[in-house]
């Protein structure tokens, strides 16, 4: 048996016992011994403080522009290079402008309708790639990425020519199908990224699950409602989120798309910028970065680590 520790000994930071004498020389203000700092290995890039220094730079590079927009827009001046001091005015005059509230709502219900349609509609695909062998699947899967490579400038110029000349969206229609030429648009670039998502989700599926489910009788719809839909899951939320997000900010596209009666939010804060910048647009601006980045956290909160997205838990490790 062990002989029990002596609570009057002294260890050092890497845990050898160095006897009741060292510590009464600490006590009696001796030299105190510690550990060396080791110098950082060959692969420990993040400790040696040239990448260390370089990272801050990136991210002062990246983030300061948004952190100072996020700043002026409470300054109590019409000027946003001069700091009068600290108001909350502007964002109240943000919630009070109607036309501005307006173009919210046209955002919100086109990200809303492109979002569900998006989410069918990249399941489905994704789904169909995954798991059916057909001629032209090459071809399908190249076509698939095309919304996403494609630079925003060449999809809004394609989508003006379809709906002028192909299939013309009429005017004057009631709200919310005067919105329908934008939530088209905004779907054909959407639904990609939902594909995306879910087929990499149903990668780690583990398909004797869905052989176990047809052996104990269950039907196509069953094994699909009640085995591939349960996996498929987090990427269905995630990619929900991501359509969402990359809707309600979308500008390029929508100025293409959009009629004389139907501002959304990015295209009537960049109205409102075309004047001046003054700090209401920065606090419309605010908003929706806020707005963004808090989907964008939920969507890659919802997608969780690489282990859990695979189907393999700690527990399932024991």
């Known amino acids: ?31 105190v011994l510690m550990a ?55 964002y109240e005059k943000l919630f009070n402008n109607s036309e501005l509230l307006e173009a919210f709502g046209n955002s919100l219900t086109i ?21 059916f062998r057909f001629p032209g699947k090459t071809a399908v899967d190249g076509a698939m990425a095309l919304p996403i490579v494609v630079p925003e400038i060449c999809m809004g110029v394609a989508m003006l020519v379809f709906f002028a000349k192909v299939l013309p969206w009429p005017q004057g229609m009631p709200w919310p199908l005067n919105l329908g030429a934008i939530i088209i648009a905004h779907v054909s670039f959407s639904f990609p990224f939902v594909a995306v998502v879910v087929r990499a989700r149903m990668a780690s599926f583990n398909r004797e699950m869905e052989e ?14 009640d085995v591939i839909l349960p996996h498929m899951a987090p990427s269905l939320i995630a990619g ?18 959009a009629g004389p009666d139907t501002v959304t939010f990015p295209v009537k804060v960049y109205s409102m910028v075309r004047f001046s910048v003054t ?3 920065n606090a419309a601006s605010t908003v929706l970065i806020v707005l963004t980045v808090l989907l964008t956290a939920a969507a890659l909160k919802l997608q969780g680590n690489p282990a859990a997205a695979a189907g393999h838990g700690a527990k399932d490790g024991k």
Not at 111 to 131: E, N, Y
Request: cysteine-free.
């Open 240 to 257: 929900a989120l991501l359509a969402f997000t990359l809707s309600l900010d979308d500008f390029v596209i929508t100025f293409f798309t």
């Open 1 to 31: 048996m062990f002989a029990p520790l002596d609570p009057a000994r002294w260890s050092d930071a890497n845990g050898f016992d160095l006897g009741p004498g060292i510590r009464r020389g600490n006590r009696m203000g001796g030299g």
């Open 212 to 225: 176990a489910a047809r052996d104990l009788g269950a039907g196509e719809f069953r094994t699909i409602k």
């Open 36 to 90: 060396k700092k080791s110098a950082p290995g060959p692969l420990e890039y993040l400790r040696r403080w040239q990448m260390q220094a370089w990272l801050a730079a990136v991210f002062i590079f990246l983030y300061a522009p948004l952190i100072a927009l996020m700043a002026f827009s409470f300054n109590d001046s019409k000027r946003n290079i001069v700091w009068k001091g600290f108001t909350l005015k502007y």
């Open 279 to 281: 700090p209401e647009v």
């Open 111 to 131: 990200a809303a309708a492109s979002t569900v349609i998006s989410l069918f509609l990249g399941a489905a695909v994704a789904l169909a790639l995954w798991r």
